[in-house]
Structures are given as structure tokens and as C-alpha cells.
């Protein structure tokens, strides 16, 4: 081999091994950085990764009938089984009558992280397998604001939940004022309650009257008065509900605070029916803000 030939076999050698000296102390030192978390090297995120999708199928392992809701014989309905919400929804008004689902202090681990679903990117669809069920454009220029009962930001875990939470079946009419003012900030409370009460049922829905005014093209899509909440802690064997005008609310929403029996009341609705009658009555009958966390909105 010639001389020349020769150094340039040594430079190209010396080369490899101060490429692989220097990819070594890459790795270890951690230099790559995930694009999901700038704190984390890549091996990290990979497993991270891995398990946030293994946890965007996250399947609760509760009793699922705490989400049967018995409504009144005379009342129009249509029981709706999505992922993760269901709908009891009225093809007369438009509206639903109520949404219940679960919130699992996992889900909302999920729905907070960094890689959860975005907002944004999602818009509003009718079902076109529920008869009655709105457009989205029904609501265009009416004054009102597409309200979702079972809310975005408990959905964010999953695609395929934060879909069908857009479907115009899980939508009523509110008020910008009432939609983004007390009633964001009870759904906001409920879903930071989740995250130490490991699994909440809550119930969200209109207060149906026979007066409510009318919209949508053909001036039949209901718009409730006022709208309720029922939230229910099965490990902490407690509940709370509320309820609110569909309007500005002049007052804190603690306020509002309020109890099943209460909504039972006004609906005719009988919520949690799977529990055991002593259970349920005492529970239903109980109201008191101060034994759930804290939370103060920010105004």
C-alpha cells in the first residue's frame, strides 16, 4: 500500500472513533431531548411515550351503571353510548336531557399532560345517527354559544373522546356570559376535584320547561333557562350538584351549590338508582361546599 494511501486510512479511522467517542458522550449526557418534554433524553420519552398511548386507551374498571340516569316515561329520548360519555339526548327540543360520564383521576392526568389532544383541533359535527340531532351551524347568529355539557377539557385524554365530545349531541344553547363565566368555573372545580377523588360520575344537562324560547333554522332547537351539574365521589361516598341560570350569574359559583335531591326535584329525574335506596337518600339530601377542595378561579 502506498504511503499516502495509508494516512489517508488512518485519518478516515481516526475519524470513526472520534464520531462514536463523541455519540457515546451524546447519549449519556442526555443532549437529545424529546420533543414532548424538553427535560427528559430520548430513551425516557420513548417509554413515555409508549405509555401515553397505552393510556389514551385507558378503560375505567367501575360500575358503569352509576351513569344510568331514570328519566320521566313522558319525556322524548334516545340513549347514546359513546366511548366516553353518554347521552340521553331529545330529538323533540334538539338538546340533550342530560350527559353522564366518568372522570378518573387518570384521565385527567392524561388530559392535562403535555401530548394531550388540542382544542383547536377539533370542531363541532352532527351525529348523523341520532335523529334530531343539530348542525353546528344551527346555532350561527342565534346569540348563543354551543355549550358542551360534558366538557372539552375532561375529554383531552383520547381522540377518539374529544370527537364525540364535539358531536352537536352533547351541545345546548348558553349565553357567552353564563357558558365562559360561573359555569366554567364549577367545571373547572369538578375537574381538579378528580384529581384526588380517583373517579368522580357527574351528570350535566338542561332544566327542560315548556316555555323555552326556540332556534335554529327552523326555529326548534330548545334553549333551557338554566342548566344543572350533579357530581358524585363514589370512593368518598359524598355528592354535591348545581345549578345556574343561562345567564351572567351575579355571585360566586359556590353559591350555586345545591343538592340532588334538589335537581331530582326540578327534572324528574332520579340519578346514581344503583345504589342502595338508604345510600342514595342520603346522599341526594346532603349539600356542603366545605367538604370538597378548595378552588379559587382565576377572575
Known amino acids: 500500500m ?3 494511501q495509508k494516512k489517508n486510512l488512518y485519518f478516515a479511522l481516526l ?3 472520534l464520531a462514536l467517542a463523541g455519540y457515546q458522550s451524546y447519549q449519556k449526557n442526555g ?3 424529546s420533543a414532548y418534554n424538553d427535560e427528559l ?3 425516557q420519552t420513548t417509554t413515555q411515550q409508549q405509555d ?3 393510556g389514551k386507551e385507558y378503560q375505567s374498571t367501575g360500575d358503569q351503571s352509576l351513569l344510568d340516569v331514570k328519566l320521566p316515561e313522558r319525556l322524548d329520548n334516545e340513549t347514546v353510548h359513546y366511548k366516553a360519555i353518554t347521552v340521553y339526548f331529545n330529538k323533540y327540543y334538539r338538546v340533550p336531557n342530560c350527559v353522564a360520564y366518568e372522570l378518573t383521576s387518570t384521565m385527567t392526568a392524561m388530559a392535562d399532560s403535555r401530548d394531550a389532544e388540542n382544542r383547536a383541533d377539533y370542531k363541532f359535527e352532527r351525529d348523523h345517527n341520532v335523529k334530531g340531532c343539530p348542525d353546528w351551524w344551527d346555532y350561527k347568529d342565534s346569540g348563543y354559544t ?5 366538557p372539552a377539557m375532561d375529554m383531552r385524554w383520547n381522540k377518539t373522546a374529544m370527537e364525540q365530545c364535539f358531536l352537536m349531541t352533547n351541545i345546548c344553547p348558553q349565553l357567552d356570559e353564563m357558558n365562559d363565566g360561573e359555569w366554567r368555573h364549577v367545571e373547572e372545580a369538578v375537574h381538579k376535584w ?4 380517583k373517579r368522580l360520575i357527574v351528570f350535566t344537562g338542561p332544566i327542560l320547561t315548556n316555555d323555552m324560547e326556540r332556534i335554529g333554522k327552523h326555529n326548534d332547537i330548545a334553549v333551557p333557562k338554566s342548566f344543572f351539574k350533579v357530581v358524585y365521589s363514589p370512593e368518598q ?3 354535591i350538584a348545581f345549578v345556574m341560570e343561562n345567564k351572567k350569574m351575579p355571585n360566586s359559583w359556590t353559591n350555586y351549590a345545591t343538592t340532588i335531591d334538589k335537581v331530582e326535584a326540578l327534572t324528574g329525574y332520579d340519578f346514581l338508582t344503583s345504589l342502595e335506596d338508604k345510600v342514595e337518600d342520603v346522599i341526594e339530601s346532603k349539600e356542603n361546599i366545605k367538604n370538597w377542595p378548595a378552588y379559587y378561579p382565576r377572575r
Open 2 to 4: 502506498k504511503k499516502k
Open 15 to 17: 475519524a470513526v472513533l
Open 31 to 33: 443532549f437529545y431531548k
Open 41 to 43: 433524553p430520548a430513551e
Open 52 to 54: 401515553g398511548q397505552e
Open 146 to 150: 354551543r355549550g358542551h355539557m360534558a
Open 194 to 197: 378528580s384529581r384526588t377523588a
Open 237 to 239: 361516598n359524598r355528592a
